[in-house]
């Protein structure tokens, strides 16, 4: 699976390694094996819905939702959902950023698992999160397929059950 992950160093920009997971989605088998590795721990958890972070989070997050037999909900930068909204932001190295999902994305109670591609410092899906238990959602664990450890990422997500697939623990 790690072989189907491409390394390409300054993208997007200088001293950022960025982890290409195209040709880990353009292989069935590893696609499939990925999407069955990110669910199963969670299958006796009694997820409703699964979260996922714009954009490679709704590819594997809607696998992930349908193989649980759950819906989805996008969590999507700035600007970009049709509906009415509520907004977290969170650090970047330099600046902020935010992120946004609908008011009515999940009911109170509502028993969620959050997914995306990649964890690094963790502030995208620490956002996320902060706009799920706003709405009254109660966050049953965060999945990754890669976890860049070194970035200390699950540290500052302690208080939830995290599941990572791949670990890079040096840049
Ligand atoms: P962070 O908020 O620092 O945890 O960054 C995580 C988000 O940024 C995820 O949605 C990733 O898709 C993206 N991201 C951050 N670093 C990388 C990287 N080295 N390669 C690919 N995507 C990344």
Request: no cysteine; net charge positive.
């Given at each position: 699976m790690e072989t189907l992950i491409r390394d390409i160093p300054d993208f997007p920009k200088k001293g950022v390694v960025f982890k290409d997971i195209t040709p880990l989605l353009g292989n069935a088998a590893a696609l499939a094996e990925v999407v069955d590795r990110l669910a199963v721990p969670f299958a006796d958890a009694g997820v409703e819905a699964v979260v996922g972070i714009e954009s490679r989070g709704f590819i594997f997050g809607s696998l992930v939702a349908q193989r649980l037999g759950v819906g989805f909900v996008p969590v999507r930068k700035l600007g970009k959902l049709p509906y009415k909204t509520i907004q977290a932001s969170y650090d970047l190295e330099y600046g902020r950023d935010s992120v946004e999902m609908h008011v009515d994305a999940i009911a109170p109670g509502q028993k969620v698992l959050?997914?995306?591609?990649l964890i690094a410092t963790g502030?995208?899906?620490?956002?996320?999160c902060q706009l799920i238990e706003q709405l009254g959602g109660q966050i049953v664990?965060?999945?990754?397929?890669?976890?860049?450890?070194?970035?200390?990422?699950?540290?500052?997500?302690?208080?939830?059950?995290?599941?990572?697939?791949?670990d890079v623990s040096s840049e």
């Open positions: 959050v997914v995306d591609d502030g995208t899906v620490g956002a996320a664990g965060l999945a990754f397929v890669i976890e860049l450890s070194f970035l200390k990422g699950r540290h500052r997500l302690s208080r939830y059950r995290m599941h990572s697939l791949i």
